[in-house]
């Protein structure tokens, strides 16, 4: 299909990085983990003073470089846009929003869909939110692989390796929020059934 518009595109971002950071708001307040460089910003702000924003911006800068090597200016000038706009939504969620109750297994339910159904959009955008995601659509352009298999793994292999920092009870709820949001990508991120042409 045609390209979408420019003001398509901007309320597409606005929305998704919009969904993602109201998911990792949920997993965060349940001290859960999340997959991809989210998990990783959210690991090291354990032992680095730092918010989880601002680590989440830190963790995704080298990967930009292969975005845009691979899939393009536009693509990768998106990603950064993206990952910003979660970094600052992140933070500073708490502002407009507080739980009096949120128990795990909610949280991980809505959580995970928020954030696949961002990502999702983002997707169909010519965007991402760096790290895996950027390796995940280079593998579904190169070999065909839906992004929700490969996203899976990756997300699965960051909350092993959170064993030894959260408890084995957090990491099984976070694993049911990888499983919403992978879900939510391989059942409606085909790699022939939405595609978008833009320049490179």
Known sequence: MN????????AAIFTGTLLVAVGIYFLK????????TAGLGLLFTQFIDLS????YFLVNIPFYFLAWFRLGKRFTINSVICVSLVSVMADNLHHVMRFELLTPAFAAIAGGTFIGLGLLVLFRHRAS??????????????MGISVGKTQLLFDTSILICSLYFIPLTLIAWSILAAVFINLILWMNHKPTRYTVHYER
């Open 3 to 10: 390209k979408h518009s420019f003001l398509e595109d901007c």
């Open 29 to 36: 307040s349940s001290s859960m983990i999340v997959g991809g």
């Open 52 to 55: 989880f924003g601002t680590m």
């Open 129 to 142: 939110l760096g790290g895996s995601n950027v390796l995940c659509l280079v593998i579904q352009d190169k």
